[in-house]
């Protein structure tokens, strides 16, 4: 006897593809489907030109990104060239602006194809704000956002292995604020100054500290401005940074070499005071040249030790 033959229902299923297929007015099915993934795309990502768009600004030079970055920043540099060309302030900021475009120059081979992106974003974030506060703001505490904002860019692009401290740094150093400095922190610098060189003269005089004047032997030396010390402080600074850069400093190494450079500075600054002062007591006054060479002198000593203790066991 032969096995019943099985029979399918006449009202079969439809095929998937017809299940999927969207009604004629146009409503997506509620189970979804090729119609309802394709609009969930976003709209922008379905125009060509937008992708070329998108392709063309990731794939765009880093010079380019850097240039229209300088571009963005023009009201700073405009303040900055003004305070520089009306003798209100010395022009030494252009020697940290030259060593962040010498550092980009040496890296100009290893610059990233791709920026880090938060760094970008702070970047250009800065920049935006810079000319948002412009006139709202002092212009130093404005060109400060604007420099800092410009070595976001830098260390957007520059390899890993450049620390970001001494970046941030010789940005810092590239304000004219030596005039601001001395106004602020000059008398300060003046006292202590004299205190410490009225400490190292008392060893042989009889020394007497009157706010940043001295009176040693009964004649009064007044401590001067350029006897502060700001300049030597900045030039100090500004060798520590280019040393950690040139040298591959990481960022905890030059951070803790700091104090180091502080002291250098105040020690090198109470000494060229010592000298100057006890050479104007004595018997041998010292001509302006003779003070200028004991000033210079001093000076590359401290940043020969500077540069020696950020030089030292490299990384």
């Not at 489907?33 to 125009?47: D, H, K, V």
């Not at 571009?71 to 060309?85: I, K, S």
């Not at 709202?136 to 860019?153: E, I, R, Y």
Request: with cysteine; net charge positive; proline share 7%.
């Amino acid at each position: 006897m032969k096995p019943p033959r099985l029979s399918l229902p006449r009202n079969r299923p439809e095929p998937i593809s017809q299940v999927l297929r969207c009604p004629p007015w146009g409503r997506r099915p509620p189970w979804g489907g090729p119609a309802a993934t394709e609009s969930a795309l976003p709209r922008l990502l379905q125009m060509p030109r937008f992708v070329r768009f998108c392709i063309a600004i990731d794939t765009a030079p880093e010079w380019r990104w850097l240039a229209l970055l300088t571009l963005a920043l023009w009201p700073t540099w405009w303040w900055m060239g003004q305070r520089m060309v009306d003798g209100s302030d010395d022009p030494l900021g252009l020697l940290a602006l030259a060593a962040l475009g010498a550092l980009l120059w040496q890296q100009r081979g290893r610059l990233r194809a791709a920026p880090r992106l938060g760094l970008q974003v702070t970047a250009l974030g800065g920049a935006v704000l810079t000319t948002a506060l412009h006139q709202q703001l002092p212009d130093l505490l404005v060109t400060l956002v604007g420099l800092l904002s410009l070595a976001a860019g830098l260390l957007a692009f520059l390899p890993r292995q450049v620390a970001s401290a001494p970046v941030l740094g010789l940005s810092v150093l590239s304000l004219p604020l030596l005039a601001s400095l001395q106004f602020y922190a000059g008398f300060p610098l003046r006292v202590v100054t004299a205190e410490a060189s009225r400490w190292l003269l008392s060893l042989a005089h009889t020394v007497e500290r009157s706010g940043s004047a001295l009176v040693m032997d009964g004649q009064l030396i007044i401590v001067d401005a350029p006897c502060s010390g700001v300049q030597m402080v900045w030039l100090g600074y500004f060798t520590a940074c280019v040393v950690a850069l040139a040298m591959g400093r990481s960022n905890r190494a030059f951070l803790l070499r700091l104090p180091i450079v502080g002291a250098l500075v105040l020690l090198g600054n109470v000494l060229r005071n010592t000298v100057l002062v006890a050479a104007q007591a004595g018997d041998a006054h010292l001509a302006h040249w003779g003070h200028e060479a004991v000033g210079l002198v001093v000076l590359a000593v401290v940043c020969a030790g500077i540069a020696w203790t950020m030089g030292r066991n490299a990384r």
